[in-house]
């Protein structure tokens, strides 16, 4: 049902008493998970209006959780048996177990996936997207990226960081995630190896999630106060190569960007401005900070 521009979803399984949405691709494919009476969750899939229970169909396995899809219809998520927690990559019904090779990890759950090597047909992990998640072993979690069953660890390297959680991953390979350490949860930006920590700018915000990024670089998650939990949407900052504050910021940036894409139209399309007038206008507004 739709009202006001936004869809109430609402899964049509029997005992089925709440609905969370995790993840939606192009084509309107929606996961997520439901609620029993009795307290336990399963994963589902929303097919434009068409509904189906997503099971594992591992030995012993309990509960499937699905968090991510791309536009290949490609579902990632966490499944427990009696081995313990594991991801998973649904392709089309064809599932493949995901669990990292690193020594001493103890469980792995798969969160997010995007759109890359969708041309490689060499194997069923080479035609698979970039999966994200998180891993524990005896010092904490950590975050993994899989690209194409080649394994990397994600852990920010912020002084005092002990917990980090990968949550989402776009095509251009930038990962959104959490962080925790003795001030409390962040959120973070991996842009293919610089990090940056991400907390909501509010007044007497005690906590930020980073948990989605889209190929713009637009990030959504959650942040709480003392009033409870709120989501945010934050646009990305562009950085230029002037001063902000400098007489002669515009001109250098401007310059800058002209060279390294080969003109100003050339720049505005690479880092996807509408037109060159829009990069000129945030440079402007970049050299003013």
Do not use: W
Not at 78 to 107: Q, T, W
């Amino acid at each position: 049902m739709t009202k006001g521009g936004s869809a109430l979803v609402d899964v049509p399984f029997p005992g089925a008493i709440g609905t969370e949405l995790d993840g939606i691709n192009d084509r309107g494919q929606i996961v997520g998970l439901l609620t029993t009476s009795g307290g336990q969750e399963h994963g589902f899939l929303d097919d434009r209006g068409l509904f189906s229970p997503i099971v594992a169909p591992f030995p012993g396995t309990e509960p499937t959780l699905t968090f991510g899809i791309n536009n290949e219809g490609q579902i990632v998520g966490g499944y427990v048996n009696i081995s313990g927690s594991h991801g998973f990559v649904d392709h089309k019904g064809r599932f493949s177990s995901i669990d990292v090779p690193f020594a001493g990890a103890l469980e792995t759950s798969a969160f997010g996936i995007n759109d890359r090597n969708q041309n490689d047909r060499a194997d069923d992990r080479g035609n698979r997207g970039q999966i994200v998640g998180q891993y524990h072993d005896n010092v904490g979690p950590h975050g993994f990226v899989d690209n194409k069953g080649r394994f990397s660890p994600i852990d920010v390297p912020f002084p005092g960081a002990s917990a980090t959680f990968a949550r989402d991953i776009n095509d251009r390979g930038q990962i959104v995630g959490i962080y925790d350490d003795s001030t409390g949860r962040h959120g973070f930006v991996d842009d293919r190896g610089r990090f940056s920590p991400i907390d909501v700018p509010f007044p007497g915000v005690s906590e930020t999630n980073a948990l989605g990024i889209n190929n713009r670089g637009r990030i959504v998650g959650s942040y709480f106060d003392s009033s409870g939990g709120h989501g945010f949407l934050a646009d990305p900052v562009k950085r230029f190569a002037g001063t902000p504050g400098k007489a002669n910021c515009p001109g250098q940036s401007v310059s800058a960007v002209a060279r390294q894409f080969g003109g100003l139209y050339a720049a505005a399309a690479a880092l996807e401005f509408s037109n060159a007038q829009a990069l000129e206008d945030a440079i402007l507004a970049f050299c003013q900070e």
